[in-house]
């Protein structure tokens, strides 16, 4: 298994005609992804690389059950792009798009809230569950299957720690670029709950920047509920207050949102931090050693690890609950995932 | 985009604020001429895209002509942190009873604006968050904007009069429209000011516009003061490039922002200090890579050149070629180290190679490389 995408993703590519989208298109039909439609006003009837071409969203969903849509339309155009796909139910939509106003995402921000969509983006390379399916622009070949998630603010950098992971032999469930911009629709809490969740996955890889808290509020999600071991790197360490770096989103502003507030707070919360990228691997590796061997203590010697005992127990405890507060939370969208594993069989 | 006071302000006048009447002058004359105009004290401001102006000695009060004339020739000479004034704002000087703090951002937890407003203004809002927060009142804005009834409210909160409140409340409506209509990531008035003749107005402004948006805003795109910024950002941002200017002395040239980030920090961990932040984004154009190449060519504190690659849609041999390219264009001095890894490496370490060059493939070689470089070439 893996999350979000999985074999059975049926794809839909908004801006299918374009540069980028008939591109990556195609590189994603490679993969071996089900891309079944795309979409661009005007083009419909037409074929781009096998795939049919529809006027309107709504129209290549009722053809082919697409349930999935990626977005490689101009920035000017993304919010509606966005807005499509969301007013016909597809329930993972992901919006590779970089440059979209911040205006025009406090608005799809709002407009999400209580619908059933998930958004992954914008600004994002998409996400990718190795040999099964890829949803983005990630060059495949660097990704091997394995049980190691991942999720990302970046682009080539998560593409750095991914290649890094596989020469390490850890190959990745699913790697999620959740996206640089300043209002993305999926953060760091809601990739981990569903990395947590997920049983194909022992560990995950955390890769965050300068700029918001939301890393700090993954290192209270990890603290409270999760069980599985996080590992994070903190990109902008270097970063000058004030300065945008590359993305929209990072930003150290009026002395919040710095790397070492964030390292320090995901410390405190028992996550390893890795000073440069290539720690990455060790750190997981010796992550995923000390909880092995904590739980076989556990189960086996009852006197000697009596601290261990009690304190094994609740986490797992914990771990039950916490999935059923995130499943309630998501409502319909695990619904969707299960529906396409449905299909699937 | 950081636009100066008077911009700002030239904002805030067009949507209802009441703002002093004011001019920006270049020299002393004009600024003597201005003031006399307006009619003594004035209040002579540099107009520059940084904050601390007041601390650095960049705003005098000029009480006659010869006042104004030695106050406008130091701040037009002034340089405050790094930023050269070439800009003064002439006001005349106001009354002040009471200043007062009002401020919208983007809150990015909560995913809508937030406007800020706290009875303690003229001083660091971040300040008195710090020392004061339950002098902070913080209201988000919501698909309404900030209706009537809640900047009452805010209104409340900065003054006890009510015929205070009622010209405060409409000012913060103001506000919240501008910071709206404009595709604003800022809209600042500190201090927003009472005078003892129960006047408000916004003695300050400071507005940051949403890159993203400008193109939907040519009038306000045209505000921007490309003087009174690096130069070398300035042709990057021309290029397509995101750079920025740091203080170190290995330049710098990766694809992607996050790399681009890990890249300086790596530099910094293994002992050296990077000179710049460049991102030539996911394009392998040989353009780009020729004006990154300028941008560090002209910056003399550079010592050496990291090129940082990982290929993925963007080839690495089209990467080279754009480098082989740029190199036969200008005549670059400075020792080069390149890492290369992903699609087409091969490739593109055999072009490299036929002109003499290699590549590395791992990061923390390559910038270990680079540092030693720096070093020999210092």
């Given amino acids: ?23 990556h298109a195609k590189q994603m039909k490679e993969y071996g992804t089900r891309v079944v439609a795309g979409v661009t006003p005007g083009k419909g009837g037409t074929q781009m690389g096998g795939i049919p071409v529809f006027d309107s969203v709504e129209e290549a969903v009722a053809k082919t059950k697409a349930d999935v849509s990626v977005i490689y339309v101009p920035a000017a155009l993304a919010q509606d792009a966005i807005y499509e796909s969301v007013d016909s139910e597809i329930p993972l939509v992901v919006c590779i798009t970089e440059g979209i106003p911040v205006r025009d ?42 049980r190691i998630g991942l999720v990302s603010r970046s682009g080539t950098l998560t593409y750095e720690v991914v290649w890094q992971l596989t020469r390490a032999a850890m190959g990745q469930s699913t790697c999620i670029g959740i996206g640089g911009d300043p209002i993305i629709g999926t953060r760091f809490t809601d990739a981990l709950a569903l990395f947590q969740a997920d049983d194909a996955t022992d560990a995950v890889v955390m890769i965050g920047e300068i700029g918001g808290t939301d890393e700090e509020d993954a290192a209270a999600l990890i603290e409270s509920t999760m069980t599985k071991p996080v590992v994070a790197f903190i990109a902008g360490q270097t970063a000058p207050p004030g300065k945008r770096m590359g993305h929209a989103g ?49 189960a086996g010697r009852a006197a000697a690890a009596k601290k261990k005992r009690v304190r094994a127990p609740v986490k797992k405890k914990r771990a039950p609950v916490a999935a059923k507060k995130k499943r309630a939370a998501s409502g319909k969208r695990r619904t969707a995932s299960k529906a396409s594993a449905k299909r699937r069989r | 985009m950081n636009l100066h006071e008077y911009q700002g302000k030239e904002l805030f006048r067009a949507a ?11 020299n002393a004359e004009e600024a003597v001429a201005i003031a006399d105009r307006l009619g003594y004290p004035v209040v002579v401001k540099a107009q520059v895209l940084i904050g601390g102006r007041g601390k650095a000695g960049g705003v005098k009060v000029a009480r006659g002509p010869e006042d104004a004339r030695r106050e406008a020739g130091r701040i037009l000479g002034m340089d405050i942190r790094g930023h050269a004034v070439r800009q003064v704002l002439i006001t005349p000087a106001t009354d002040i009873e009471k200043e007062l703090y009002a401020g919208i951002v983007l809150d990015r937890k909560a995913e809508t604006p937030l406007l800020m407003v706290s009875p303690d203004g003229g001083v660091d809002i971040e ?32 003054d006890p009069r009510f015929a205070i409140q009622r010209r405060i409340a409409p000012i913060l409506a103001q506000l919240a429209r501008v910071y709206a209509d404009q595709d604003a990531s800022l809209a600042e008035i500190n201090p927003l000011v009472t005078t003892p003749g129960g006047e408000v107005l916004a003695l300050d402004a400071k507005v940051v516009l949403d890159d993203n948006a400008l193109d939907r805003h040519p009038d306000l795109a045209l505000m921007r003061d490309p003087g009174a910024e690096d130069p070398g950002e300035v042709e990057a941002r021309e290029r397509g490039l995101s750079y920025v200017r740091l203080d170190g002395t290995i330049g710098c040239v990766v694809n992607g922002a996050g790399l681009a ?8 961990f293994h002992g050296g200090k990077p000179a710049n932040f460049l991102d030539i984004g996911g394009s392998s154009n040989p353009e780009k890579v020729t004006a990154a190449m300028n941008i560090l060519a002209r910056d003399a504190r550079v010592r050496a050149v990291l090129f ?7 080839r690495c041999d089209d990467v080279a070629r754009g480098l082989l390219t740029a190199l036969d264009r200008i005549g670059m001095r400075l020792p080069i180290v390149i890492r290369l890894t992903g699609t087409n490496e091969k490739e593109a370490r055999d072009l490299l190679s036929s002109r003499g060059m290699t590549a590395l493939s791992d990061m923390d070689e390559a910038v270990r490389a680079v540092i030693a470089r720096a070093a020999e070439a210092a």
């Fill in chain 2, 16 to 26: 209802g604020i009441p703002v002093p009447p004011g001019e920006t002058a270049r």
């Fill in chain 1, 250 to 298: 990072a930003i150290v502003s009026g002395g919040s949102g710095t790397a070492r507030e964030k390292m320090a707070r995901l410390e405190q919360a028992g996550v390893p931090v890795a000073k440069v990228p290539s720690e990455i691997p060790r750190l997981v590796a010796e992550a995923l050693a000390r909880r092995r061997p904590k739980l076989r203590v556990v």
């Fill in chain 2, 308 to 314: 940082n690659i990982f290929g993925g849609i963007t």
């Fill in chain 2, 127 to 158: 300040e008195v968050a710090r020392t004061r927060p339950d002098r902070i009142l913080r209201l988000h804005l919501d698909a309404r904007g900030l209706p009537a009834y809640r900047a009452r409210a805010a209104a409340r909160f900065l």
């Fill in chain 1, 105 to 146: 995402m406090v608005e799809v921000a709002r407009y999400l809230k209580g619908r059933s969509t998930r958004l992954v983006g914008p600004n994002c390379p998409g996400l990718i569950s190795p040999g099964r399916s890829k949803v983005g622009i990630m060059p495949g070949f660097i990704h091997t299957p394995g």
């Fill in chain 1, 1 to 23: 298994m893996s999350i979000l995408i999985d074999r059975g993703s049926r794809v839909l590519v908004q801006g299918i005609t374009g540069r980028d989208g008939s591109f």
């Fill in chain 2, 261 to 268: 980030m890990a890249t300086m920090d790596l530099i910094q």
